[in-house]
């Protein structure tokens, strides 16, 4: 298995939103993320695992990497074909608070300043993605620029990953 996949679900598991999330944490805590960002990382990878459960198809993967640019990426992959839409950064200042459903994106999108995307895997399946800077002294801009220079570069560069042929990836 890739070095960069922090748990891999191929089919239901009680306990896979926790279990990856604290694999993810403890993955992010070794490439030099500091609390207030394993914080806001936690919650993201929570929602983001909770989405491809509820709304994907098996096998479900979790990948983070971090290899420069001060930012670390996670991925989560599933088989499903339909693709998520991420609203504005700021659009969970107009969420309803009692709302049970439809937080998950929005808050991402927020917390990762809007470092965040989906992108269609080949020949199946999404990769939904955060970044998130290793320091909080980022801009918006400078931290979406490296998020965007790294993914670019694994595009460019390839690299095998388990659900075989993601551009991402």
């Known amino acids: 298995m890739d070095k960069d ?3 891999l679900c191929p089919e239901p598991r009680i306990g896979f939103v926790a279990t990856a999330r604290n694999s993810t944490l403890a ?28 709304h994907g198809a ?36 107009d969420m309803d608070e009692l ?9 991402v999108a927020c917390l990762s300043r809007g470092a965040c995307g989906v992108e269609a895997l080949e020949p199946h399946g999404k990769a939904v993605w955060f970044g998130v800077g290793i320091t909080q002294e980022d801009s918006l801009t400078e931290l979406a620029i490296r998020v965007g220079a790294r993914i670019h570069a694994r595009r460019v560069f390839g690299f095998p990953g388990w659900l075989r042929g993601p551009s991402l990836l």
């Open 99 to 107: 709302d049970e459903a439809g937080r998950g994106l929005p808050l």
């Open 27 to 54: 993955t992010l805590a070794r490439h030099g993320l500091g609390s207030d960002s394993l914080d806001d990382a936690e919650l993201m990878v929570s929602e983001l695992v909770t989405n491809a459960l509820q």
């Open 58 to 93: 098996y096998p479900i993967g979790v990948m983070a990497w971090s290899r420069a640019f001060d930012c670390a990426v996670v991925e989560v992959h599933d088989a499903g074909p339909v693709l998520p839409e991420f609203p504005a950064p700021d659009a969970p200042l």
């Open 5 to 7: 996949v922090v748990e």
